[in-house]
């Protein structure tokens, strides 16, 4: 050390020890120091996420395909989606899928999680059990449903048909419009829920005892108690995980393309198997990007709108 | 207490950490070539067999060239996201295996095989024309035929013997038998949905009535037509009078358990679910049979799928994979190649059509004729990307599905003909 | 007699939570129990159409599990998803929790964007970065290795993780980081020492949707590498047991249900965690 700060005096770099300490004091300033933190983030998000983001957007203005570069064609594309029934079809699917999953989820969701605080036994096996679908592979677990959903083995059907509920064959469910909506809604309530579960769980877990107890003195029933109670202070959970939620589920890929891809005659498709079809499968990278490009402003939106009620809580 | 089960919790995971970083420096590090190797991307064979085989020639191949090759198979529908990524980073693979319009589709990323196809053709007795036009392009070829896969009839001798039909000749004798065999519990299956098969028998029967997609000029949608509002009628009888709801959801793999589970009575589908019930010993092997594609009023036709070797043009391997091709397709190793997959693979080169496997099994007997009737998809147009889209997008299967779900024919056509059009007018120029 | 009548509510109560949660139960387990079944069944009865689909009636067979150890490299695919998710998930979570802590308790120009932008990230789609994506991890020279995921899975694991950490940062209070600058600690000492062990739930709930995010991945999965030792488990499974019209059902599922085993014992253990992470970081985001 000592040896050094006297190399680095005789090299005339000035007195090391003021300068290790000025450095110090640099580094020690609030802003410096916090944008020194958030450094390594931005050039991850830029490189990897911002840059090619950038180019898909240049590819949904161009006239791009697979490994051959277009030229730019401005909001063709754009122009083209729109004047496709099958895209504004696969819009209508999107909100179909996406109103119908988040509603399920957060009403099965918020009563799972009441149902989860309870104190009763075996409570940390009823969680982690509950918990199981959330932190299976999609591409795996979707593959069983597939499965239990099959034209001719289906396991559902032959339950239903064998308790009485249905007659033979029962319903063909990833082949009749609505059936195969239904179809890919339940998996996507089966892989969210816990998600939504667990997290009002911890929202449920952070409410001090003493609101309840003040309002047990009022003489509040138990469903008042939920009503005027639980529900107002878990609402900012809520909202965050629906945000999330949100995000999932329009964006959904794994369990239409398995299930259905999109069929029956595209009821199904969402924005992002239409663009893999269409961008992908069909060469057309250009429009494929369009068709991604327009879940953005959505989702931008849906968060937008989200994030001002958070904040404002 | 709680404190300090934090700071071991802290100090463990450093810990862990720690050990899993040097477990990983003594790992294998990021692979840079130390020598030369030749890749090749291939699907996941509908018999398994024939990827091994494939291996095995494969091994053999790089004793003799000195060069080590690896074959990569993964499931068929993942294969277009991985040339996508791989055309578009200019890295991956050297070789492909292409199917349909895909030599179309990656025109100017594929290299020129011409030498070699020309090589091959002159020895073995020349290409099927379909063969030849599916990996043709206007600038020049653009993979080597592969091989073809024929799509003939499967059907269960018991049900139609207790029956007492004989096999369909024409779609519309299909479609009387059908009838018959619906009510006795036994109906036909062809898929109308989002999958491979239902796109390949979409086109059979739309030729076999003399109906077409596109013109032959290739610019024109030529799906609305009164031919094609016949074949629409004859899906939508077939579809209440001789089978199940159940296609509309079927996959690739459906109609093959369908015809094992003993339920079904006829399919439209390669021999892969024969092949599959000989390997698992199922008694019902003994019943399935083959016969050739119905005919129509137009005569017979299938759009069997064609597959073929593409080289990319980024890749530094050009010439080995040439050579590794012609490997391939030397008589011993073709014909070895050909039994492994049980007659599934049929040769594009003429001369390999006499291979013992189709005579000495009564039941392939009628396979090599089926490249007769065979023609690549967008005939009478020449082959093209647009073909693809048409095919990826389901216009076909889509259109039946619509009206057999009840949308007026002439709609039904309509929209066909709005979809054909798009897929037509996203055409790729090269040049 | 009070009491009794107490607890026969009590007991009543619990009862009907019980039955209550039967049906939930169900539905999450139904299919693993099924994926499970399925697996030890053979061929055989499986396209058997008179078969009861509930237990298995004619044997219970080893060969589907046979086949993936065997004929497949499922032990490596499992190996590579381990090293993958571990140091992915160890990446951005110190990328993370440096980038939450600024976001959360530094004053600065910008700050505010910041944050937002860090948040917008993790709305775009993976099925539209990937192919753009793959022109970067070849110029970064990782084609085809598992590193290409090590280095592309922070982009979606960074903006969750640090919205994460930034709600339990600020759960930290001010006072006990103002001491510790006072006494003359470091800015960083300060985070590393004081503020960080107060997070660590928060910090295991995001490292364990981390690994979780990364051991499901799919599409990067996929595309990002090709040779059959490369592969993660998902991707292996899917794409090497997936053949055409011919489904490997039994050592699909076998291939499922050992795959998602890693993951539920690390859930069970850290249940606890995970759960009071989640309180503190999502309520009070």
């Known amino acids: 050390m000592a040896v050094s700060q006297r190399a680095l005096e005789a090299a005339g770099l000035g007195g090391g020890r003021g300068r290790l300490e ?31 983001f950038g180019m898909a957007i240049y590819f949904s203005l161009s006239d791009y395909w697979v490994g051959s570069p277009g030229q730019f064609v401005g909001l063709t594309n754009y122009r083209e989606i729109l004047g496709n029934d099958v895209f504004r079809q696969t819009v209508q699917n999107s909100f179909v899928f996406t109103g119908f999953a988040l509603t399920l989820k957060t009403l099965l969701g918020v009563w799972l999680a009441v149902l989860l605080a309870r104190d009763v036994r075996f409570k940390r096996v009823l969680r982690g059990a509950v918990l199981l679908p959330w932190v299976i592979p999609t591409a795996l677990s979707t593959l069983g449903w597939w499965w239990m959903f099959d034209s001719l083995y289906s396991v559902v059907n032959w339950t239903a048909i064998r308790l009485g509920l249905i007659s033979a064959p029962g319903p063909n469910w990833l082949g009749q419009t609505n059936y195969a909506m239904a179809a890919v809604i339940i998996v996507n309530v089966w892989r969210g829920l816990p998600f939504f579960a667990i997290t009002v769980l911890a929202g449920l877990m952070s409410i001090p005892r003493e609101f309840y107890e003040a309002a047990e003195v009022d003489g509040a029933s138990s469903r008042q108690r939920f009503w005027h109670v639980t529900l107002p202070l878990l609402k900012p959970v809520l909202a965050v995980v629906i945000l999330f939620s949100t995000i999932f589920t329009f964006s959904d890929f794994n369990i239409v393309q398995i299930l259905t891809r999109g069929g029956p005659v595209n009821t199904t498709h969402l924005f992002a198997t239409l663009a893999y079809q269409i961008g992908l499968q069909g060469g057309n990278l250009g429009q494929g990007a369009a068709i991604s490009l327009f879940l953005f402003p959505m989702l931008a939106m849906v968060v937008f709108l989200q994030l001002r009620y958070i904040r404002r809580d | 207490m709680k404190r300090a089960t934090r700071r071991q919790f802290l100090e463990t995971s450093a810990i862990a950490s720690v050990g899993m970083g040097s477990w990983l420096a003594l790992g294998k590090p990021p692979a840079y070539a130390q020598k030369r190797e030749l890749t090749f991307l291939s699907w996941n064979h509908f018999v398994p067999a024939s990827d091994d085989e494939l291996r095995k020639q494969a091994e053999a191949f790089s004793k003799q060239a000195g060069v080590s090759v690896r074959v990569d198979t993964i499931a068929h529908l993942q294969l277009m996201a991985k040339f996508a990524a791989e055309a578009q980073s200019q890295s991956g693979h050297d070789m492909i295996r292409t199917h349909d319009a895909i030599p179309f589709l990656f025109e100017s990323q594929l290299a020129d095989v011409g030498d070699v196809v ?25 993979a080597v035929p592969w091989f073809w896969i024929s799509f003939p009839a499967t059907y269960n001798m018991a049900h139609f013997k207790k029956a007492g039909l004989e096999t369909p000749k024409t779609w519309a004798e299909l479609l009387s038998h059908g009838r018959t065999l619906k009510k006795q519990g036994n109906p036909v299956g062809i898929a109308i949905s989002h999958c491979g098969d239902a796109n390949t028998t979409a086109w059979s029967v739309l030729w076999s009535y003399g109906a077409k997609v596109i013109e032959a000029d290739g610019k024109t949608p030529a799906i609305n037509s009164d031919k094609t509002a016949q074949v629409i009628e004859w899906w939508k009888e077939l579809f209440r009078d001789a089978m199940e709801p159940e296609v ?43 016969h050739t594609s119905p005919a129509g009023p137009a005569g017979i036709h299938s759009a069997v799928p064609i597959l073929g070797l593409g080289v990319w043009k980024f890749s530094k391997n050009i010439d080995v994979a040439k050579e590794f091709i012609q490997f391939l397709f030397r008589k011993e190793n073709y014909d070895a190649w050909i039994g492994a997959s049980n007659a599934f693979n049929h040769p594009p080169l003429r001369h390999f059509a006499d291979h013992p496997i189709w005579a000495r099994n009564p039941k392939f007997a009628m396979l090599p004729k089926e490249a007769e009737y065979a023609h690549p998809r967008g005939w009478p147009a020449k082959p093209s990307d647009a073909a693809q889209r048409i095919d990826e997008a389901f216009v076909l299967p889509d259109m039946t599905a ?17 979809q054909v059009a798009r897929a037509i007018k996203g055409q790729l120029k090269v040049g | 007699m009070a009491s009794a009548a107490s607890v026969r509510a009590r007991r009543l109560r619990a009862a009907l939570t019980y039955a209550n949660l039967t049906p939930f139960v169900f539905f999450a387990l139904f299919p693993f129990y099924f994926m499970f079944v399925t697996s030890f069944k053979r061929n055989a009865e499986l396209y058997n159409l008179k078969a009861v689909p509930f237990w298995i009636q004619t044997g219970a067979i080893t060969d589907h599990y046979d086949f993936l150890f065997r004929r497949t490299e499922f ?4 190996k590579n998803s381990l090293i ?17 802590y600024s976001l959360a308790r530094l004053r600065y120009r910008g700050v505010g964007s910041f944050g937002t932008a860090v948040f917008i990230t993790y709305l775009v789609p993976p099925t539209l970065l990937f192919l753009p994506l793959s022109q970067v991890v070849n110029w970064l020279g990782l084609s085809d290795s598992i590193w290409a995921l090590v280095v ?25 980081e103002e001491c510790a600058l006072v006494d003359g600690a470091s800015r960083l000492q300060t985070l590393l020492r004081i503020v960080l062990p107060m997070a660590v739930p928060g910090v295991v709930c995001a490292a364990l949707f981390g690994f979780t995010l990364c051991w499901n991945e799919f599409i ?43 993951i539920v014992v690390i859930y069970v253990w850290f249940l606890d965690y995970y759960v009071s992470g989640l309180t503190a970081g999502a309520v009070k985001g």
């Open chain 1, 22 to 52: 000025r450095l110090r004091q640099w580094r020690e300033q609030e802003h410096v120091f916090g944008y020194g933190l958030i450094l390594p983030a931005l050039v991850l998000l830029t490189c990897l996420v911002a840059y090619p």
């Open chain 2, 118 to 142: 020309d090589k091959l053709g002159k020895q073995h007795g020349g290409w099927y024309p379909f063969a030849a036009e599916a990996n043709q392009t206007k600038s020049g070829w653009r």
């Open chain 2, 248 to 290: 509309l959801s079927w996959d690739d793999a459906s109609n093959n358990r369908f015809i094992l589970s003993g339920k079904g009575s006829w399919i439209h589908n390669p021999i892969s679910p024969y092949n599959a019930a000989l390997k698992e010993k199922m008694p019902i092997a003994d019943d399935i049979n083959h």
């Open chain 2, 402 to 418: 619509k009206a057999v779900n009840g949308m007026p024919t002439k709609r039904a056509m309509d929209w066909a003909q709005d």
């Open chain 3, 75 to 78: 032990l490596i695919w499992m």
């Open chain 3, 84 to 100: 993958v998710s571990v140091i992915a998930m160890s990446i951005s979570l110190v990328i993370a929790i440096l980038a939450g």
């Open chain 3, 152 to 176: 592309t899975y922070p982009t979606f694991l960074v903006p969750f993780s640090t919205w994460l950490l930034m709600g339990y940062f600020r759960t930290v209070p001010r006072e006990v």
């Open chain 3, 220 to 262: 990067y999965a996929l595309t990002f590498v090709s040779q059959s030792g490369n592969k993660t488990a998902v991707v292996g499974v899917t794409a090497d047991l997936i053949r055409g019209d011919i489904y490997y059902w039994g050592s699909l599922m076998a291939g499922a249900v050992l795959a998602s085993v890693p």
